[in-house]
């Protein structure tokens, strides 16, 4: 993992209310978060001889257009809650940096959520009424990340959110809309597409740490120290290296889905670089991490299919 600091685009360069902005706000380099549960999702669904082409190209759609939606909020509220200063070591956000005025970041947001709802009707009609709640408690969830009343965010509740929605929904969802039932599988491949996408979570907070202190976002490093959000990164890729072994020892797989483990030599560097690095540093890891769960879940989707 070098050292070097992530790229940083200056607001200067970026012409205001432009497609380049549009495209920061909606943070393109975090939706393999929305994207590899369904791929996943689909392997498994195909394993069990029901995949649905339109049905999961619908679930992809919704999925991502839930990511951006869930983005564009998390940029509008942190910026109003305080979050988000020029203090912050991240990459650039769109409303702080004043490029995007809020209410129109703000009218993305429903624009996407809207969009999602339109591919949830779609699988409302193919798979039955559940995909209703599904789909309303995730785009519900998506603001409730940084927005409402007790933000999810900033209550320590971040973590939990994106293991679950990113990870057991997204995944089993998928299978649900094409096989219209749940196997063990399923919810095993969940697992590690969760874990990993929740371990892009935890670099994020670790990296904004002291600034989340000043803002009064209660994350669980703030919560518990940077000791706490170390070992549950380890302990996140630990779990998401051990569900394969497990699948192919138990037989509930064929040897193939062993392929995630060639990623190995990309995960290692990553867990010595949050050992090791504090501040801006870990925008290469955070990438780094995003990059790990395209790979991963990419190769765990072909194993599961072979």
Not at 152 to 177: K, R, S
């Amino acid at each position: 993992m070098s050292n070097q600091t992530a790229p940083l685009v200056p607001p200067s360069q970026i012409a205001k209310d432009s497609l380049r902005a549009w495209l920061l706000a909606t943070r393109p380099a975090t939706l393999t978060v929305g994207v590899i549960p369904v791929l996943v999702g689909t392997a498994v669904a195909h394993s069990m001889g029901a995949m649905r082409p339109l049905a999961a190209l619908a679930a992809l759609l919704g999925a991502i257009c839930i990511q951006i939606g869930t983005n564009l909020a998390n940029d509008v509220f942190d910026f109003e809650k305080g979050a988000d200063t020029a203090e912050r070591l991240g990459p650039l956000r769109v409303t702080q940096a004043g490029l995007i005025a809020p209410q129109r970041v703000r009218l993305g947001m429903y624009v996407s959520f809207a969009l999602a709802t339109v591919m949830g009707v779609y699988l409302t009609w193919v798979a039955g009424p559940v995909i209703v709640l599904i789909g309303g408690l995730s785009i519900a969830s998506g603001v409730a990340y940084t927005g409402g009343p007790f933000p999810l965010g900033y209550n320590g509740l971040g973590d939990l959110f994106v293991l679950i929605f990113f990870g057991l929904v997204a995944v089993c969802g998928t299978v649900f809309v094409q096989a219209g039932q749940l196997s063990l599988l399923a919810y095993l491949a969940a697992l590690p597409v969760g874990a990993i996408a929740t371990a892009v979570l935890v670099v994020n907070n670790l990296r904004d740490g002291p600034t989340d202190v000043k803002a009064g976002k209660r994350t669980l490093v703030v919560r518990f120290g940077r000791g706490f959000g170390v070992a549950e990164y380890l302990l996140l890729l630990g779990v998401a290296y051990a569900v394969p072994c497990y699948l192919a020892g138990a037989g509930l797989c064929g040897r193939f889905v062993l392929l995630p483990l060639l990623t190995m030599p990309l995960a290692i560097p990553l867990g010595r670089s949050i050992v090791r690095d504090h501040g801006a540093v870990l925008n290469g890891t955070l990438a780094a991490t995003a990059r790990l769960l395209l790979l991963f879940g990419t190769l765990f989707a072909i194993g599961i299919v072979l």
